[in-house]
């Protein structure tokens, strides 16, 4: 069955900084990728996805991520982080018919 | 437009009660979504919807009853809840099944007494 590992439950960056959240899959076949961006009391925002093609993706808000097949990962970063990225942030991969979601990763981010 | 929407936005219900959510999306997309999620948690699927007809159910309690009415209407009924039922249910929809990009409604927060 498809699983998706996020390493890190919460992660704190200053304002300004890189940053770069992981997210690692177990999947037979080729994976299709999101990431997902969630504010607090807030529904899912997609960021970017992977379905096939050019395994660096861009997304929106300045994210973008980079599928590597043989480390099993989709890595999510950004060059310099805004205080209005602190949220919550989910990988998923789709198999079976379903969207399987990593635990996520909490991003505070210092002033 | 890539919205989906929800109402209401925040619900309080007694263990007795009967409640319905709602979740609209005029989109044209035929796969529709329940979620369930606790605090600090992620997604987990409730149901899914593939052309109105039910293709998913992931064991829910017969306490949670969806609805399809249409392409464009997702319900989920609630009745004799238990408060371990409180959570943020969210709604998404996709073009066609779950190998597309799923868009999400803001949720409804529930609270069960």
């Known amino acids: 069955a498809q699983s998706v590992t996020q390493p890190d439950i919460h992660i704190t960056v200053s304002e300004g900084a890189s940053l770069e959240l992981r997210c690692n899959y177990s999947?037979?076949?080729?994976?299709?990728l999101f990431w997902y961006v969630q504010s607090p009391g807030q529904g899912l925002q997609l960021l970017l996805k992977y379905f096939s093609g050019d395994t660096l993706v861009q997304g929106i808000k300045g994210f973008e991520a980079e599928f590597k097949r043989s480390q099993s990962s989709y890595n999510l970063r950004k060059p310099s982080v805004h205080w209005s990225d602190a949220a919550d942030y989910f990988c998923?991969?789709?198999?079976?018919?379903?969207?399987?979601f990593g635990q996520g990763t909490r991003l505070t981010i210092n002033p | 437009d890539t919205e989906v929407t929800q109402t209401p936005k925040h619900l309080v219900m007694g263990m007795t009660n009967k409640k319905s959510l709602k979740c609209e999306q005029h989109m044209g997309h035929r796969a529709m979504y329940w979620y369930k999620q606790k605090a600090k948690k992620p997604p987990e699927l409730m149901f899914v919807?593939?052309?109105?007809?039910?293709?998913i159910n992931e064991s829910v309690p017969s306490r949670f009853s969806p609805e399809c009415p249409n392409s464009s209407l997702l319900n989920l009924h609630l009745h004799a809840l238990q408060p371990e039922d409180s959570a943020l249910y969210l709604c998404?929809?996709?073009?066609?099944?779950?190998?597309?990009?799923?868009?999400f409604g803001p949720g409804t927060r529930l609270l069960v007494l």
């Open positions: 919807y593939s052309y109105e007809k039910l293709s």
């Open positions: 999947y037979g076949a080729t994976p299709y």
């Open positions: 998404a929809s996709s073009h066609r099944g779950p190998e597309e990009t799923q868009y």
């Open positions: 998923a991969v789709e198999g079976a018919q379903k969207l399987v």
